[in-house]
């Protein structure tokens, strides 16, 4: 198996979320095919960052030099998970993907991306439109739009700048560290203002998908009315993918 590197802390319970889902899900793997126990999962190392320091480094929106102190310590990170011997890395949030470009300058080990894995499963969803929820960073950039369009699906217009600092302090108040007890309704109360029926409403945030715990392993899913794409869970499943080929 492939030596998986985790680029964690941002936050905490999402990185928690990453390791677990992965090494059930390799469990599952070989159990199925009458592996006997203990199980294996494929090796893995985890750097974890530290959330109130990257989100202090955010830059602004198309201005890239802005950028420069949050690329670099992302890309520290992963140079040091390079150094350790993986043979690819995921980074365990939605938010510095938008980054990616930037962040991955200078790394030869491959970085799979949680842009390309939400967008087949969208399409597998056969969706044709998107409503895209996440951190400021994410429903302000427009990589999820692109990708998205590639696979002939169309996402939301960007909405206002209250409507996104709105989700941004949900995600804040209602989700760090776990969905708290008025997570789910409170995002459920956005997605009916704002996602059309038939609409894939995509967790762009790796701790939204905690609000339905019967659901954090499934990529697609449908509940409270609505069809959800669990970016997290499809990111999981590429670097399982990934980890068990020869």
């Not at 200078?106 to 439109?129: K, V, W």
């Not at 600092?165 to 804040?172: F, G, R, T, Y």
């Not at 392993?217 to 069809?227: I, K, T």
Request: hydrophobic share 45%; aromatic share 6%.
């Amino acid at each position: 198996m492939k030596k998986i590197g985790i680029l964690g802390g941002v936050g905490w319970a999402s990185t928690v979320d990453y390791y677990r889902a992965i090494a059930e899900g390799a469990s599952r793997h070989f159990a199925n095919r009458g592996h006997g126990s203990p199980l294996p999962i494929p090796p893995m190392t985890i750097e974890s960052v530290t959330q109130a320091k990257t989100r202090a480094l955010r830059g602004t929106a198309g201005d890239e030099t802005s950028w420069s102190g949050f690329d670099a310590v992302f890309r520290e990170a992963l140079l040091t998970l390079e150094n350790a011997g993986c043979d690819f890395g995921i980074i365990a949030s939605n938010t510095p993907h938008a980054r990616l470009h930037a962040i991955r300058q200078g790394i030869t080990m491959p970085i799979l991306s949680i842009f390309d894995a939400t967008a087949e499963a969208t399409a597998s969803a056969r969706a044709s439109t998107a409503l895209v929820l996440g951190t400021t960073v994410t429903m302000q950039a427009s990589n999820y739009s692109d990708r998205l369009a590639s696979e002939g699906i169309t996402a939301n217009d960007r909405l206002p700048e209250t409507e996104i600092a709105e989700m941004q302090a949900m995600i804040d108040s209602d989700f760090y560290g776990g969905a708290s007890a008025t997570a789910r309704a409170r995002l459920l109360t956005f997605c009916d203002k704002h996602a059309k029926p038939g609409t894939a409403i995509l967790l762009a945030c790796t701790e939204l998908p905690l609000a339905f715990p019967d659901h954090v392993d499934d990529p697609v899913f449908e509940a409270d009315g609505h069809l959800f794409v669990n970016p997290s869970a499809a990111h999981v499943a590429a670097a399982l993918e990934e980890a068990l080929s020869d």
